[in-house]
């Protein structure tokens, strides 16, 4: 595993390191001295300020995982809403009826994703919505609110047809407000980032950190300073690289949420409880990576 | 990342840098002496209590942290269960009469916003209430449930005129049952502050810790004293400051949560629901900051 | 914030920082010597020792810190759940009718407090109460019960008198319900304390580690020892001193929760909804403090 | 506090420490020689070691814990929803038709509480159960389901009696599923420990750890060596017996959880709420512990 | 417990333990020397990294076990919820009519454990389903959710036989999509793995911090070396180890989730409630170990 590219966030800090790499071997060449004037550091500072910056980085970094893993508890509820909401109109009205239905919470959730990642999704929209309400939501600035409310609106025509009463046409739009609820949490994640003085600072601590460990170390390792200054420098830019991706866990970079093929996948699943065998296919991991 | 001023705490510790840095300086100058007494301190003390320091202010800074996420969470449920009672209401009644409703939602989330800041509120009330329910609503000492109130009293007449039955009143009162508890969440967040003891503790431990650390390098770093304390200064006052500033995330500061923003969001959210494309603009960044 | 004295609990902390302070002195006039013979201790073993201390420290914090902000949530529901009953019962029956049951919701609050405070609260439950119900109350062991007995009769009284029924009388219910979770939550908190054994154990090390720190670090610091060691010493007593008091959130000590001007703000809140003008004047802190 | 003997653990690490005293007594005699070999150890590799070894420590603690306030959590929603269960079939009922269910309520948690403790808790169940539905139940692998399911068919009974109507009894049958549910999250906790492999690398890195540090701090404070290296095994000992006590929360050592104290709480607070005035006094503490 | 091997994951990191352990000897034996270049290498770079790289092991280690114990929670959630639906199944109907439905609670926790563990469960879903649907149900992507669906049309039977009325149909149905809820968390933890990154980089730092901790330790603790280092060695890898085994909680590994004892437990759970009392038996540890 200590040679493996696939999720590794290497390439990504290859310049930063290799700045540091070089500053430590120049600070090796010239015994430590900048304008022929001896730079007195020792580790001691560093091991003062290493235990704070270790804290906040580990903070960081918590904080960037749970948002991420929140997003995906998230996503899991729009597929288990989903599934919930297509299973009560598949049994409760009949599948001829409730096609529509489930086709449209197919929609909504790939029109929640398109969102996300800034795309239009009018191919998916079109596909799985009739065309007059495909118009309607496209035109609409909260698309994925338009579908819901049409779902709604569908579960009021079931209950005024006289095949569901209130009871049952309660209990299914419990689902689509857990698919609400689902999808306001994922606009708080995607909308609301991390204070980004967090990033500031930590950003500003770990370089400067970097930038003088060379001086620290060198009176006491010699030679080797620049190797573990890199293998520190490693550490902490890795980390901190990695927080910055996972925290907008909607994006497109390698370590975040494979949105598209669970978007797929919610679609394949609410399709099979209509008895459909042609479902989509899942997606492959193009590169080791899923989008 | 190094140079950015936006979002960026380092206006508000500047005052204090300079003074730890004024002391090194005069520490470095007059050789660790106070009145010609050496202060004979070295760095084994500060690495003591700096792991606890770092803890604690670690664990300050979580705190801080969790409030601020978890006033960002409730915000989100007052989003969320304001959409769903809007699009309950326009589905089960129809969209005439569902208006003055769905713009109430809209005034009880504004009303609830004003009172965090600490503002009356009253043009955005006057401009979503009916004239007469303005004037009462603002006669209260807790507004935004009397427009609660006014909400729930909607659902009593739809009621009594036979436009929604018991299970169909039930579930749109859920919602502002919702709304309901995620106001008094806020409530919690705003008026309880986090025990004031832990900032005076920290504040403490901070500042004694940065005042005598000049005196325990200077054996060791010599004249690079002045740069690693203002460096170590920096890291703990940067994150006391910003700890200090989520805290209370109903604020105005930059850091704070953008409840005006979010505020005019919810409204178009759920005017959008009965059909209207007159929606106010979403607010834009002054100064890289939304209020 | 240095020279505060509002929330600092300097004051219970100060005997044992002069004991340390005293020893300290003692260790340095006397060079470190017990009965002639130095006591050979250097910084290290504390340094190891020192990371585990904070580390269990920062768990009790964090623990003892959890238990207040549950409580605070706890009774944060009490708030709203009795905000939801009072709201839908003044909504589905009138105002005339609802008024005991508001009342008695407050009187609920009131019974709650002062079990948690451990006096009798005759005065509030007589004022809020009819008077034999008030009897009834008092004579029972679990008196906030018997209150919500009593308001749970009410509910069926209504759905007996045809004012509600069975959907509406259940929907009130689940707020008496969520009262009586919350309650049962309090209770939890007030009576299972943290393990003793963990404050045994945090008590004994800090004490031990205080008290035998001057001799590590004489022979680095020298004159110096007293104040460092009494520094440190602040840190530690400060934290385990404020995990003890917030451990308890129902206390009276300055930092526990307000739970006097708490429920009184609940009663203001609930009987607001009964359209009431003469509600009950906010607490004010006294020296700082609000019970 | 320092010399408290309740809640102490002393008593079962005792014999550890005194290998461990006596093994560093042996070290300073020999003056760390082993067969005329000096073992050159400093307390670097241990301050290596000691910063993974707390964390992990830390971690092994928080894990412990959270699982003895889990199983409070449970614990308590025993006691809230069998009062919520109780309230509703007096309030709803008459007393005399609910007393067989609340006190079946009763039974219910005195079988769970005696199966998780390994007893038959015969005596409990005949004397709240009637008869025949005593011997059904004890005859059963899960007893406390059993019990349920009797519940569950008074339920019913009453429905088919005309007593309740479907809505109330969802109702009730609500509260007997949070009974369920908060059952099944104690058999969790039960039979489901902490991964075993977590407590052997522990055990195996602390006890390695203090039989080697006296080696490693023998050079630095001689003597002393007997009394630091017994104090930081007291503190790593003290912690590791402690989270091994309470990770099974609901055995009866003495920092277990009072089950018993609880269960006849329980049963007091719901036969209350049937007027019943000889109600199980409270348990005491036996030698400060409650069982 | 110094000595036992159930639990153990040192066979896993033998080869690892051996190869770190022969480095050590050669650096020892060669004194430090490469190529006849003395490595200067000192603890100190150790220390600064070793703090950051014990925070992130302990990130992941908190993060590895909250995957299992939420996939513990998960699993437990099927048993609560497959035992309520049980016993309102068998309460509101009776034991003849529920029997298909409750046997086919079982045929979806055998299928959800199948699917997680890669086989296909035909034995078990044949001996629990009716032939016809046990085929259909073999006939789909998406197994589990093909009986839910089945299940799901058993309710709406009852309810057209007018055995079961909206509201206890409903009822019924609320476990059902709890079971529902259960299986996706499940499916969210199986097939979401931790950002791969974060093993990638710290199976990096481990590995390239005990390589190099030979030469940092070699010149204060000389031929304790190889001891020293194999212990650091074995703390960081065995926690490494434990944390890529449990961060999968549903393989087969011996810290995984014993699946296939609590699937037969739950299916013995359901059937009891039928009055069946020819249960499975349950399964016994094979080796110490419960699969």
Same mark, same amino acid.
């Given at each position: 595993m200590l040679f493996v590219v696939r999720g590794s966030i290497l390439h990504r800090i290859t310049p930063q390191l290799l700045c540091i790499l070089l500053l430590s071997v120049l600070v090796v060449a010239f015994h430590g001295q900048l304008l022929h004037h001896k730079?007195? +550091?020792?580790?001691v500072p560093f091991s003062l300020v290493g235990v704070a910056l270790a804290i906040f980085l580990g903070f960081r970094n918590s904080a960037s995982y749970d948002r991420y893993w929140e997003a995906r508890k998230l996503w899991g509820r729009l597929l288990t809403d989903a599934r919930s909401a297509a299973r009560l109109a598949v049994t409760m009205t009949d599948v001829a009826t409730a096609r529509p239905f489930v086709l449209g919470l197919a929609a909504f959730v790939h029109a929640a994703r398109h969102q996300f990642r800034g795309r239009s999704g009018e191919d998916d929209l079109r596909r799985l919505l009739p065309a007059e309400v495909a118009d309607e939501v496209l035109s609409r600035r909260f698309a994925a609110m338009a579908v819901l409310l049409w779902l709604s609106r569908w579960v009021r025509e079931q209950r005024d047809a006289g095949r569901l009463d209130s009871v049952l046409a309660m209990q299914i739009d419990q689902s689509l407000t857990g698919l609400n609820d689902a999808y306001g949490g994922c606009e708080r994640i995607a909308y609301t980032p991390l204070p980004f003085t967090y990033s500031v600072i930590l950003h500003r601590t770990v370089y400067l950190y970097c930038l003088m460990l060379p001086f620290g170390l060198l009176d006491s390792i010699g030679v080797m300073t620049p190797l573990m200054v890199t293998f520190v420098a490693y550490t902490f830019f890795a980390i901190e690289a990695l927080g910055d991706e996972i =925290? =907008? #866990?909607?994006?497109?970079? #390698?370590?975040? +949420?494979a949105l598209d093929a669970m978007s797929v996948n919610i679609e394949a699943s609410v399709r099979e409880l209509l008895g459909d065998r042609d479902l989509p296919a899942p997606l492959r991991p193009v590169d080791c990576v899923l989008t």
């Open positions: 730079i007195t +550091l020792t580790a =925290e =907008e #866990p909607f994006g497109t970079s #390698p370590n975040d +949420l």
